[in-house]
Nanobody, 111 residues
Framework: QVHVEESGGGSVQAGGSLRLSCVVS??????NHWAWHRQAPGKQRELV?????????TYSVSVKGRFTISRGIAHNMVYLQMNSLKPEDTAVYYC?????WGQGTQVTVSS
């Protein structure tokens, strides 16, 4: 059985930073594709960042230049560094390793 767990969410003021972590545990060989998504109240879930096996990355226009996705030292971890946070970044953030999903972690940015 495989388990995906996000952590690092919280409440910050606009302009602040947070680092989200995602750990995959259980019977999984290697994660080649990671993604972070977010869903704000009343909105559809949107793709925020992707990290591929060749270490190339893709970001949504709304976060490009402010967010960074990166692998952890362990092959089963990924991070999302979020800087210069804005109130519109408020959402539940979900980690997606391959086709798996975590339960999400809440990020709240106040103005």
């Amino acid at each position: 059985q495989v388990h995906v767990e996000e952590s690092g969410g919280g409440s910050v003021q606009a302009g602040g930073s947070l680092r989200l972590s995602c750990v995959v545990s259980g019977n999984i060989f290697r994660v080649n594709h990671w993604a972070w998504h977010r869903q704000a109240p009343g909105k559809q879930r949107e793709l925020v960042a992707e990290l591929r096996s060749d270490y190339t990355t893709t970001y949504s226009v709304s976060v490009k230049g402010r967010f960074t996705i990166s692998r952890g030292i362990a092959h089963n971890m990924v991070y999302l560094q979020m800087n210069s946070l804005k109130p519109e970044d408020t959402a539940v953030y979900y980690c997606q390793p391959e086709s798996l999903w975590g339960q999400g972690t809440q990020v709240t940015v106040s103005s």
